[in-house]
């Protein structure tokens, strides 16, 4: 099984800052299978990035994607009020898919 | 539009069995593979197993197989999750998605499920 961290566990910014959220895998992630989602409270995950840097359809270009191999990157150029969330990785390049444990992106 | 729409809330006992559902709509739901996903309270995403509707093909992952059950029935557009004997710990909130290519594009509004003497 790959197991993902996420780093940090919260990360507290203000609006306007760059966020950088970091996802490392215990393995190589095959052809860069991996998935960034955002999650407010009381909402479903809402997909972000896929295949680590493609922006899925609707995401503003804020929103960014890097990496392989076993480090990857999600940045979120400038945050806007509606940003602040929780935020997981997930591979799809092996089996059992995982998810990293989720960073928080909170209001400093 | 494509939608995931999951059963409501439940509430059950230790040992009771339950059935939770996610029916697809606004695409061919035989086609995509449908996720199942758990989130502990206050917790993180776990993802618990997939089918193919198509032809019911099921993969878990191994720390769910044989605790629940993943199902579908492709005539109506619907994916299963049930359980044959509740505990306290199977208390969560437990999600549907639609699978493309190994990632989720599309999600249901979760069903929560609270197990309680």
């Known amino acids: 099984e790959i197991v993902l961290t996420q780093s940090p566990g919260t990360l507290s910014l203000s609006p306007g800052e760059r966020a950088t959220l970091s996802c490392r895998a215990s393995?190589?992630?095959?052809?860069?299978?991996l998935a960034w989602y955002q999650q407010k409270p009381g909402q479903a995950p809402r997909l972000l990035i896929y295949g680590a840097s493609s922006r899925a359809t609707g995401i503003p270009d804020r929103f960014s994607g890097s990496g392989s191999g076993t480090d990857f990157t999600l940045t979120i150029s400038r945050l806007e009020p509606e940003d602040f969330a929780v935020f997981y990785c997930q591979q799809y390049g092996g089996s059992p898919r995982t998810f990293g444990q989720g960073t928080k992106v909170e209001i400093k | 539009e494509v939608q995931l729409v999951q059963s409501g809330a439940e509430v059950k006992k230790p040992g009771e069995s339950l059935k939770i559902s996610c029916k697809g709509s606004?695409?061919?739901?035989?086609?995509?593979?449908i996720g199942w996903v758990r989130q502990m309270p206050g917790k993180g995403l776990e993802w618990m197993g997939i089918?193919?509707?198509?032809?019911?093909?099921?993969r878990y992952n191994p720390s769910f197989q044989g605790q629940v059950t993943i199902s579908a029935d492709k005539s109506i557009s619907t994916a299963y999750l049930q359980w044959s004997s509740l505990k306290a710990s199977d208390t969560a909130m437990y999600y549907c998605a639609r699978s493309v290519g190994g990632y989720y594009d599309y999600w249901g509004q979760g069903t929560l499920v609270t197990v309680s003497s």
């Open positions: 393995q190589s992630v095959s052809s860069s299978y």
């Open positions: 606004g695409y061919n739901f035989t086609n995509y593979w």
């Open positions: 089918i193919y509707p198509g032809d019911s093909d099921t």
